[in-house]
């Protein structure tokens, strides 16, 4: 296993278990739930993309049958994803708070978050054109794996 798909894996633990905390919060204080676009952001970009991110990485060029295209460019989506997280959802509490660069912190980590999820596109996207399954569709036929049951009497 490449180790930024289990980088992934545990880094969607971490934004999980960082959501619910502030989730948790939120819920005992209500005036807490001012932080809510930190909170989702946490939930939904963190725990869920970086849960898909990991997972899709691993298993999506095992469906095709082709190994992922470009690693190099998994790394720089993992190294983007985080920093675009802890910028964004700081941001997030930091505009709430009327602290200094807060706007800046959600615009720097809005394009980091973005760079990630293109690296993410651009690379399962190509890994699945280079697939040799679709080569043999394109020829007409079908690979194995789509052969009826009953084809095998
Ligand atoms: C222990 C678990 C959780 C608790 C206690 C919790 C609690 C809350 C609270 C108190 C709010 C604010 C509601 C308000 O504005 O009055 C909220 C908003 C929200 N939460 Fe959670 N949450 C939890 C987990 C999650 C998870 C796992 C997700 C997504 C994967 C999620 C997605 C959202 C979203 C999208 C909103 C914004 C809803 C809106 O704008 O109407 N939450 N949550
Ligand atoms: C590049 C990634 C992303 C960036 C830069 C981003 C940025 C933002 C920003 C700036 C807002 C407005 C927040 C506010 O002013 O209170 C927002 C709202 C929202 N975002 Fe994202 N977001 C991203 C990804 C996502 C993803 C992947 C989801 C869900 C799967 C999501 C769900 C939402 C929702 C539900 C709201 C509305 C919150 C509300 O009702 O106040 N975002 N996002």
Redesign the pocket.
């Known amino acids: 296993m490449d180790w930024f798909v289990r980088a992934f894996l545990k880094s969607s633990l971490v934004w999980f278990s960082l959501a619910v905390g502030l989730a948790l919060a939120m819920a005992a204080f209500p005036l807490l739930t001012v932080y ?2 930190a909170h ?2 946490l939930a ?2 963190g725990f ?2 970086q849960m898909i991110y990991g997972v899709a990485l691993h298993v999506v060029p095992r469906f095709f049958g082709q190994p992922l295209l470009h690693s190099r460019m998994a790394e720089v989506q993992f190294w983007t994803a985080q920093a ?1 997280l802890v910028l ?1 959802t700081t941001g ?1 509490v930091a505009r709430v708070n009327g602290w200094p660069l807060a706007a800046g912190a ?1 615009a720097v ?2 394009l980091a ?2 760079v990630g ?1 293109f690296c993410f596109v651009v690379n399962l996207w190509r890994t699945m054109d280079a697939s040799p399954m679709r080569a043999v569709q394109a020829r007409g036929g079908r690979p194995l794996a789509t052969l009826p049951q009953a084809d095998a009497h």
Request: net charge positive; hydrophobic share 60%; aromatic share 6%.
């Open positions: 809510r676009a989702l952001h939904l970009l869920v993309t675009g964004l997030f959600v980590g809005g978050s973005a999820a």
